[in-house]
DNA sequence: TAGTGGTCTAGACCACGGG
DNA sequence: CCGTGGTCTAGACCACTAT
């Protein structure tokens, strides 16, 4: 059973994607659609606020609601732990503690995290297998004001993703994404080519605007790619562009 | 003025990020936090229902509802237009077509699109450039069949993409990032070394079912790269990290 | 079975902003 | 001004599910 307030929604975006109504024209107000769909109007109010929030209309006061002429074209990218990711897609995963250490920051990284200089951090990297495969290396700054447990979490059993999403209850993000060449010690550990062309993840953290921690995730071009849809809900994608991340 | 929901709403999450209020534990019912705000519960339910849209509340009849354990880690991502994205940065766009053929889908592409062999389509390729340097190689086929009006155009004063949004009104799309090294020809147009490393963005859309187009925009990996954030709402990003697609 | 969320109503007042 | 959307109320019935 589908409530009301979902059937206008889905009614109103199909109208929208058959092209039926089109984009920048006026769609009927909040009580033509309630006489129209015999509810009250806080059920419509409900079903045109969620259309706006997805951007497929325009809403104004006293001139109406709008299709969207600007088309959205924004995607939902799901950013994975390497681990979960793997797991679900059914690759054994493991991963190796290349480096572990206190450290103080320096001026670049300082700059680069915009977080004061000499503060405590706990430097990581570790290299992520995916079927015995290497997939990625994993490059993490850790602040330690934040998250104080980090000092003597030893991340043996644990990845320092998962551990952190564990331990860190919710944050704002920032999300770069970026083509590199590999250097030697990349292409080295990743046992591929130097040169070869690299998809970096890189992210930080932050909690009460301070930040958590800052990773730069760095896969090889030929084995890895992000994936994401339009729609969330859409499920009937192609196989050939499906998420083949842990290839 | 923030509304009565919009404060609820803000208080749970600062509650939730501050880590206050632990993954897995259980929040207040509606009742309770109608009676804590002095509004009526329905005022109380829209707050929550956008919390657990947004992944930090889980829902469930009888049992209450909950911190979130899982830790959503996604980003939407803005794709846009290339010249729309230049204008907003306020860089000069132009643009050069550089193929405008009409064919037949050949088995090779009608496999990456999973459309007929043989369906009419049109293909383009063109080169973008921001303040004068190549910053985007675009190949790019429509269907003619879903987009008939693209025929006779020509795209010499409108982008592709740009036509195209303008002209069908919504659609499915499915995108995907990838890190690929320059081949000779890409290399020359996009006036970098071959073998650099460039990052590729894959879009096809679709209109009820059928592909609309399907194009794959190459960017030098020295020159772009991809920004998101993870709250939309979030607007104080550090500037070292903002969208510099267009520098 | 009883507690909780999901949905809905038939009003209401107000803020905004186009005419 | 006055049409439209934004918000809110004080109830109500129902579906689901944990106990």
Known sequence: MVSIHQKIF????????SGDWQPGQRI??????????RCSRMTVNKALSAL?????????????????????????MDIQDISTEAELAGYEH???MLMRRIERLDA????????????EILRLQCLHLVDGKPNAIERRIIMLDAVPLA??????????????????PWSKARHVIRAVSADAATARLLETERGEACLTLIRQ?????????????????????????????????????????AT
């Open 205 to 245: 953290t932050w909690q009460n605007g301070h930040t958590v921690t800052y990773v730069e995730i760095t896969h090889p071009g030929d084995r890895f790619q992000f994936a994401g849809d339009f729609q969330p809900a859409e499920k009937e994608v192609p196989d050939h562009l499906a998420r083949r991340s």
């Open 28 to 37: 009927p107000i909040e009580h033509e659609l309630a006489a129209e769909y």
């Open 10 to 17: 889905r009614d109103i975006e199909t109208k929208i994607m």
């Open 108 to 119: 670049s990284d300082a700059a680069l995290l915009r977080e004061p200089v000499g503060a």
């Open 94 to 96: 493991d991963y190796r």
């Open 151 to 168: 000092r003597d979490e030893t991340f043996a059993s644990v990845p320092p993703a998962k551990w952190l999403l564990e331990q860190v």
């Open 52 to 76: 706006a929030e997805r951007g497929m209309i325009v809403r104004r006061r006293k001139a109406g609601s709008f299709v969207a002429t600007q088309q959205i074209d924004r995607t939902v």
